[in-house]
């Protein structure tokens, strides 16, 4: 969750107002970095990047000598009390200072903006406080008349009653109202009370000693009535004093990170080093009344006051525990600010877009509660009503949703099904019928008349009621003992390794170790456009590598966010930004094993050839490498980047913490065992094993949480399950071997190269028109087949090695593999798209075209090598 959204629902309503105002702050923050890149432009080619070029030492001691000037204006003090300062002499103090130091320092521009937020914080804190001391007073004084004592405990002597507290508080109630000019009086009894309209004098019976002569025979209340009403009031009382000084406390708790959050944005955007010098240090608090070491000891202790007088009210002077845990319940639930993971923000992303009433043209009424329940109807009026004795129908309706293009595509799949089933197309029954079983997943897959992951768990069910899966005999399974070999199916190694992999991503994103090594190496290229471009392309690359290229667009455009900002949503350079971002992941989805759903698909399949993590790196790394240099210098030259300035990216420099330092060791650990698996498979037997070691680490130990797991993409998984399902069923009818067979005696003459070629054509197609991993999922099992029927025993893993890598380089359109349909997604901040499908299909294409040509011919050369 972001700050502004933490302050937003964490804030107590009625004080919104008096809060730091951290989205402002932010606009601030973009002006100034915006004047300043406007400034650096037209200032003789002097470039940002070379005005904060000066060492981090540097900035902070000319940071310490601009705040001299700001600190002076927390040292005016009140005669009356030292923790206070006076709101005019601080005023003043602020036009005299931002006058001197010029109106165009961002530096003191921004101290000035935080030090009216904190001018506005500590007023209305001290005006609220002075407001809830009344009643805590008045509180204090009823709970001693009453003879309610504080049972002993580590803040209080045994002897001390809450009346040995009363002079003092007393005191500094009249003063913090009389400085508000608050309507307080103290009465004789010492009890101070607040007055809203105009008071009415207690008079005091004389005669009070003659009642309880009388009192035992009288229908009036008895002394036991009152003490029992009086209990009741007191734990009301002490309920709602409670409450207001934990919203108190909570109010210096959230303005104290918004002031650490803002101040480290600000050095981030600009490149000072302001949190260090104010925060850590505690400079910016040094003379304040609100935020003082005093103030929180001071809340601290009335809260522990409080719970001791609803102790001994309830009769539980000793269960001080519980009895807070009762008045927490009553305060408003603290929505913990905490950093999501990469998963988090990917569905966030998916549902604002699906959201979009502009993607399909739909406007829906959010206010409506029945549209989730009604139906809309086509009705035609029928010529004569049809009537009897129970009905009468006059129109006749159709579902609008029967004349859609979903249903269209639902009907023709359907249609082209039976007529499979019904035209014998092999001699083989189970054959015959698998063959018409692909045909329907591949077109539900392709058309996505339903969901992907939909057909997914489709394919177990349509494996058994179609009879494809034979015995090792050659004979058709029954449904039950089918049922239990499909579902068997579905879960195996490959999907532990897609958990683990997942897993790695959200601990890395979560704890901020992808963003901090990103952010190094954007750092590099300064403001120049192309170099800028081809760093977020080489991160895009590296991140993909490891947290998935499904994740990584998302990670990649949050870190291009300043960049963007800066820019028209139609600037060239913005545009080559988000494509090369998508592009690039596209590239980076063959570059290993866990970069993409269809890498881990083929890895089963690669396995039983001895195929491992080493092998596939040693392959894919290159082939990546080359393909993101010449897409690169395509987008280059098809992209005019030199029409707008950008602020260079700063790095992130943050210490490791001893969790950050943990989950790097795991991560490094569960790489280096998947590469050497082929050495150490008589211990772990297979990578799925090695996966439940970052899995069990991370959740039990808490790093990451059941709501990080529920924001998995479980729909990649699924549709990975589905597919695997789908392979064997497809494997054990004997389809595949026969097509295979048909196909061998025609290409039997060919290399092995010219296969992969006529196969890498066909997948680029699918893929780019389809999906990559349903092209993989298709093309894969088939490969195999045909490999092994060849002489070449390299045959095999080369054709599903090359089909896996060649599934990755579709990247024609909008909708060809995940990291496309997150960038078309991608809109400035008032919803205006940065591409369309046509700057997808000028420079995907060709980009598709470059990755194809270094596979075959760098990535088949490698391959041919390094596998034995």
């Not at 990917?346 to 549209?371: C, F, P, Y």
Request: with cysteine.
């Amino acid at each position: 969750m972001k700050f502004s959204l933490s302050l937003k629902y964490n804030a107590v309503p009625e004080w919104q107002e008096k809060y730091i105002n951290y989205t402002g702050l932010k606009k601030t923050i973009y002006a100034l970095q915006a004047e300043q890149l406007g400034q650096s432009t037209s200032d003789n080619g002097v470039s940002t990047a070379k005005a904060g070029s000066s060492t981090d030492d540097a900035e902070s001691s000319n940071d310490g000598h601009k705040l001299s000037g700001f600190m002076k204006v927390f040292k005016k003090k009140s005669a009356v009390d030292e923790t206070t300062y006076e709101m005019d002499d601080l005023e003043s103090q602020t036009n005299t200072s931002t006058s001197a130091s010029g109106s165009h320092d961002p530096k003191q521009i921004f101290l000035s903006k935080l030090q009216d937020e904190l001018a506005k914080i500590e007023e209305f804190f001290k005006l609220k406080e002075a407001e809830v001391l009344i009643g805590y007073n008045s509180l204090m004084s009823e709970a001693e008349v009453n003879k309610i004592y504080v049972a002993s405990n580590d803040f209080m002597d045994d002897s001390r009653s809450i009346l040995s507290r009363k002079s003092s508080i007393t005191q500094e109630v009249l003063h913090t109202a009389n400085s508000f000019n608050l309507p307080v009086e103290v009465t004789k009894k010492g009890e101070i009370v607040y007055h809203e309209h105009t008071p009415v004098p207690d008079v005091e019976d004389e005669d009070d000693d003659d009642d309880h002569s009388f009192s035992q025979h009288s229908a009036l209340l008895s002394d036991a009535d009152f003490d029992m009403e009086t209990q009741i009031s007191i734990k009301k009382r002490s309920t709602q004093l409670f409450i207001e000084l934990s919203q108190l406390k909570a109010f210096i708790e959230l303005n104290r990170l918004g002031f650490s959050k803002i101040t480290k944005k600000f050095d981030k955007t600009m490149g000072t080093n302001l949190r260090d010098t104010l925060f850590n240090t505690n400079v910016f608090y040094e003379h304040s009344y609100t935020f003082s070491a005093r103030t929180d000891m001071a809340l601290e202790d009335r809260l522990k006051t409080i719970v001791a007088v609803y102790a001994s009210a309830t009769g539980r002077p000793r269960a001080l525990d519980t009895c807070r845990a009762e008045l927490t319940s009553h305060v408003k639930e603290h929505i913990v600010w905490e950093r999501t993971t990469v998963w988090k923000e990917m569905v966030a992303l998916q549902n604002r877009a699906e959201n979009r009433a502009d993607i399909k043209g739909i406007t829906t009424n959010a206010g409506s509660e029945h549209e989730l329940f009604d139906l809309e109807y086509y009705t035609w009026k029928l010529p004569f009503p049809i009537k009897n004795k129970h009905m009468k129908i006059e129109n006749f309706k159709l579902p609008k949703f029967f004349n859609t293009a979903r249903t269209y595509k639902l009907i023709f799949i359907i249609i082209v099904t039976i007529i499979l089933l019904a035209v014998p197309t092999f001699n083989d029954e189970a054959e015959h019928r698998c063959m018409a079983l692909l045909a329907c997943v591949a077109l539900l897959w392709a058309t996505e008349a339903i969901p992907l992951f939909a057909t997914s768990l489709l394919c177990p069910l349509l494996c058994v009621l179609f009879r494809v899966i034979k015995d090792s005999d050659g004979h058709v399974e029954s449904a039950s003992k089918a049922s239990a070999y499909v579902l068997s199916m579905m879960w195996s190694s490959t999907i532990m390794v897609l958990l683990g992999g997942f897993a790695l991503a959200a601990a890395l994103s979560k704890y901020n170790i992808a963003r901090i090594a990103a952010s190094y190496i954007l750092a590099l290229p300064g403001d120049r456009p192309r170099y800028i471009l081809l760093a977020i392309m080489s991160v895009a690359l590296f991140l993909s590598m490891w947290i998935s290229n499904v994740a990584t667009p998302v990670l990649c455009y949050s870190l291009l966010s300043t960049i963007l900002r800066q820019l028209p949503h139609d600037a060239p350079l913005a545009q080559a930004l988000i494509l090369g971002v998508a592009l690039a992941c596209n590239i980076a989805g063959m570059a290993s094993p866990i970069s993409s759903p269809q890498n881990v698909v083929a890895m089963d399949y690669l396995t039983p050839y001895g195929i491992g993590w080493g092998q596939w790196l040693g392959t894919a790394v290159p082939v990546s490498i080359i393909a993101l240099v010449l897409v690169w210098l395509m987008l280059c030259l098809t992209f005019k980047l030199n029409t707008h300035k950008v602020a260079k990216v700063r790095p992130i420099r943050e210490k490791f913490t001893l969790k950050q330092w943990f989950i790097m060791f795991v991560f490094i650990m569960t790489i280096i065992l998947w590469c050497v698996l082929t050495k150490i498979q008589s211990a772990f037997g297979d990578a799925g094993e090695i996966a439940v070691i970052p899995l069990v680490l991370f959740f039990g130990t808490g790093l990451l949480t059941t709501s990080d797991m529920n924001n998995f993409p479980w729909s990649i998984v699924v549709l990975a399950m589905g597919s695997l399902a789908l392979g064997k069923a497809v494997s054990s009818s004997g389809l595949l071997s026969t097509i295979a067979g048909a196909l061998q005696r025609k290409i039997m003459d060919y290399d092995v190269w010219v296969i992969l070629i006529i196969f890498g054509l066909l997948i680029l197609v699918i893929g780019t028109f389809v999906s990559h991993t349903v092209s993989a999922i298709i093309i894969i099992p088939l490969v195999q087949e045909i490999g092994d029927s060849l002489a070449d025993k390299k045959a095999s893993p080369v054709l599903i090695f090359g089909t896996a890598l060649l599934a990755s380089c579709g990247m024609g359109l909008a909708s060809s593999g995940f990291p496309n349909v997150t960038a078309i997604s991608m809109t400035d901040q008032v919803g205006r798209r940065y591409l369309n499908v046509g700057t997808f299909i000028t420079r995907g294409v060709p980009a598709s075209l470059l990755a194809y040509i270094v596979v075959i011919t760098v990535g088949y050369g490698i391959m041919h090598g390094l596998l034995k």
